[in-house]
């Protein structure tokens, strides 16, 4: 497995952006998936976007996709979540998580959450 560390959360207004960084164990061996999920208060932890290895193929849920942007720096082990236009739905524990392919079922590393606030 690999060791996640998500950074980059905090309190903002409605509309703002943000940008959640996830840095994966510099131990990490071999190739792996990078996503992001959320868990809103109440509400059960959800899917938010997922990157392959190479960062060329990304997924989004429906609810995101056009304004949250996924993307890994040229190193590969650290992975970003651009968040533009924030609104108050937003608001959540944001979990960066790691497995062997893009699929959620295959995700089984995770990080301990950084919480975004969204004020309105």
């Known amino acids: 497995q690999v060791q996640l560390v998500e950074s980059g959360g905090g309190l903002v207004q409605a509309g703002d952006s943000l940008r959640l960084s996830c840095a994966a164990s510099?131990?990490?061996?071999?190739?792996?998936?990078m996503g992001w999920f959320r868990q809103a208060p109440g509400m059960e932890r959800e899917f938010v976007a997922a990157v392959n290895w190479g960062g060329t193929r990304t997924s989004y849920a429906d609810s995101v996709k056009d304004r949250f942007t996924i993307f890994r720096a040229p190193a590969k082990d650290t992975m970003f979540l651009q968040i533009d236009s924030l609104k108050p739905e937003d608001t959540g524990v944001y979990y960066c998580?790691?497995?062997?392919?893009?699929?959620?079922?295959?995700?089984?590393?995770w990080g301990q959450g950084t919480q975004v606030t969204v004020s309105s």
């Open positions: 998580a790691a497995g062997r392919s893009m699929a959620i079922r295959d995700f089984n590393s």
């Open positions: 510099r131990r990490a061996q071999g190739s792996y998936a």
